[in-house]
Structure formats: structure tokens, C-alpha cells
């Protein structure tokens, strides 16, 4: 069994930064892949990015290629993820989620396991 807990979500104005952390526990041998999704009030959830565990190699998605960027800390056990230049669109609870391959980095069905969620909020 593997547990995730995010933390870092609030509140920031546009144009300002937060940093997300997901700290894991448990047996993630099996993992190919950590990735951020987001999930917007009324709205699907969706990837945000992702790390390979496999090389390290990162994707992000169209819409925040560029201002956010994922790392691993191996070491902590902590995903994060840093935002910058946050955009009112960037508003809604933010999971990471772990994958043992199989599908698309941005498709859910690929994930095993999740956190509760952390929730930023940009005003304009």
C-alpha cells in the first residue's frame, strides 16, 4: 500500500508562485511515473505533469509548459511541484498521483495511487 499526502496549496494573487510537495510512503518499486493533475471547479481532472522515474524525463502540458516545473527528491520521498506566474486558470485541488505504466502520462486510468488533493486558489 502506497500513501501520498500533498501539501502546499493556498491562496495567491496572479503572477505569483507557490510550491506544491506530495510526500509518499510505502513500496513504489513498481512506479514508472509521479504526475501532478488538476481539477477545476465543474470540470474533469486533469495532467498537469509528470516526472519518469525511470531517467527522470519530464512532460508538462501545453498550459503551463514553461511556469511550472516537477522535481524528485529521492532522498525525502517528495514529489513537488513549482509554479510560477500563476494565471486566475490555474485555480482548482491539485493531486500527484503514482503510475505503474500502461497509458498515456495525462490519462487517470494510468494511476494507482493519489493523494487528497491540495487546493490553490489565483485571483486576478
Known amino acids: 500500500q502506497v500513501q501520498l499526502v500533498e501539501s502546499g496549496g493556498g491562496s495567491v494573487q496572479a503572477g505569483g508562485s507557490l510550491r506544491l510537495s506530495c510526500t509518499y510512503i510505502g513500496n513504489t518499486e513498481s512506479s514508472v511515473a509521479m504526475a501532478w493533475f488538476r481539477q477545476a471547479p465543474g470540470a474533469e481532472r486533469k495532467g498537469v505533469g509528470v516526472f519518469y522515474t525511470r531517467g527522470g524525463v519530464t512532460y508538462y502540458a501545453d498550459s503551463v509548459n514553461g511556469r511550472f516545473a516537477i522535481s524528485l527528491d529521492n532522498a525525502t520521498k517528495t514529489l513537488y511541484l513549482q509554479m510560477n506566474n500563476l494565471k486566475p486558470e490555474d485555480t482548482g485541488m491539485y493531486y500527484c498521483?503514482?503510475?505503474?505504466?500502461?497509458?498515456?502520462?495525462?490519462?487517470?486510468?494510468?494511476?494507482?495511487?493519489w493523494g487528497q488533493g491540495t487546493q490553490v486558489t489565483v485571483s486576478s
Open positions: 498521483g503514482i503510475s505503474d505504466g500502461g497509458y498515456w502520462w495525462y490519462e487517470e486510468e494510468g494511476y494507482k495511487w
